[in-house]
Structure formats: C-alpha cells, structure tokens
C-alpha cells in the first residue's frame, strides 16, 4: 500500500478547454489524493514524463475538441516502453467529432489501452469509485 496516491491530470493534444480537467483536479485533491495538474494543451509525451518523474498511479486525462483519438495513437505502446505498465488510464471529456455513439468511442478508446472511458458530463465522484477498485485490485490502497 502506497502513502498517497498520485494523480496525473490534463487535457492533452492542442486542446484548450481547461475547466473539465480543472474541476477534476480539484475533486480529486478534496478526496485526498495528490494531483498534479498539466492544464490544458498537454502533449501526449508530458504525461508519460511526469508520470515517470512522479510515480504516478493514475492519468485523468480529459479532450474535448474531438482529436483525442489522433492525439493518442501509441500513447499505451509509449507508456509501457516508458515502463509506466502499472499506471491507470483513464479518459473523459467529449472524445468523438459531433454527434457519435458514445459506446463506440469507449470501444475505440479501450482499444488504444485506456483502462476507463467516461461519456460527456460523467460523474467525477463515480470515477474516482472506479478508481479506489481499480487501486484495490492491484494492491495499492
Ligand atoms: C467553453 C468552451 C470553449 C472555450 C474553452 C475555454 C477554456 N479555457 O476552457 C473556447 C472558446 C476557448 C473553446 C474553443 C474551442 N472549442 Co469549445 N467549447 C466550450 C464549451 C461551450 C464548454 C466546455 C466546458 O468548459 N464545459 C464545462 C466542463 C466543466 O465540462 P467538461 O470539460 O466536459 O468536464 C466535465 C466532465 O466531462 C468530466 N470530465 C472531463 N474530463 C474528464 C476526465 C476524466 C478521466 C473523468 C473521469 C471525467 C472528466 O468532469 C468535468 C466536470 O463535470 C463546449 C460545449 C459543451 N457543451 O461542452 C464547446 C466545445 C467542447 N468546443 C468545441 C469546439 C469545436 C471548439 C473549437 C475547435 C472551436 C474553433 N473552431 O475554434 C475551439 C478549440 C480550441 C482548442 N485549441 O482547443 C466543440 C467540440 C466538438 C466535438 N468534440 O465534436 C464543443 C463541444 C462545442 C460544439 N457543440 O461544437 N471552447
């Protein structure tokens, strides 16, 4: 079991929308774990780094501007190069362009190797659940 938990969050690729991944970062915090908080705009690269700088546990990453899928091929093949294999990935936001069957982008966005995929307005409490099972199950907390 580790002292605290560290929780990486951002909105990556070129995307601008901040307040999602604020909002995020700050229920996170308020629920005891140790964020750092990337803002927006975060290359897919950073994650990766400061998740090895900092022993992360967890990315909350979030995209809204619809690219995450560009933005994110190889990103799971870079994490377990980094050897970042033990790090939960988790996305939300508004993953598809336009109207689209969520269910899809959770099939697409598992496929890249994230291990949770939230719809548009997911609830922030209902994940950090998942993510205390999550964490459980691999002995953590
Ligand atoms: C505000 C806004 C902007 C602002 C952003 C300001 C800022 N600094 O953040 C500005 C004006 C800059 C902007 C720009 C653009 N925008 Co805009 N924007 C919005 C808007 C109106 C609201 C977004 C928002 O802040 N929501 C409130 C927050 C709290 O919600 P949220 O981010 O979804 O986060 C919540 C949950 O989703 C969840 N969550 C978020 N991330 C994660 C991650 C995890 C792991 C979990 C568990 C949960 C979670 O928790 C949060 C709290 O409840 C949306 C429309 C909409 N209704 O969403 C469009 C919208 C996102 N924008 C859009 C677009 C197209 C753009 C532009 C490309 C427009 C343009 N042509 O320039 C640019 C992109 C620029 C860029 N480089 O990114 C589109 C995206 C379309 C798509 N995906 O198909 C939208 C949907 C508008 C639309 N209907 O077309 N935008």
């Not at 605290?4 to 990556?12: E, R």
């Amino acid at each position: 079991m580790k002292d605290k938990i560290t929780v990486i969050t951002g909105t990556v690729g070129v995307d601008a929308h901040v307040i999602g991944t604020k909002i995020v970062s700050r229920i996170l915090g308020e629920q005891g774990f140790n964020v750092v908080a990337l803002g927006a705009q975060t290359p897919p690269e950073e994650f990766i780094k400061v998740a090895q700088e900092t022993d992360a546990d967890a990315i909350f990453m979030s995209s809204l501007y619809g690219m995450a899928e560009l933005d994110l091929q190889g990103f799971k093949e870079k994490c377990i190069e980094a050897g970042l294999n033990d790090v939960l990935l988790y996305i939300g936001g508004i993953l598809g362009v336009m109207k689209h069957d969520w269910k899809e982008d959770e099939e697409k966005f598992k496929r890249l190797g994230f291990d949770r995929v939230y719809p548009p307005e997911a609830d922030v409490m209902a994940a950090i659940e998942d993510l205390k099972q999550d964490l459980r199950a691999k002995g953590k907390l």
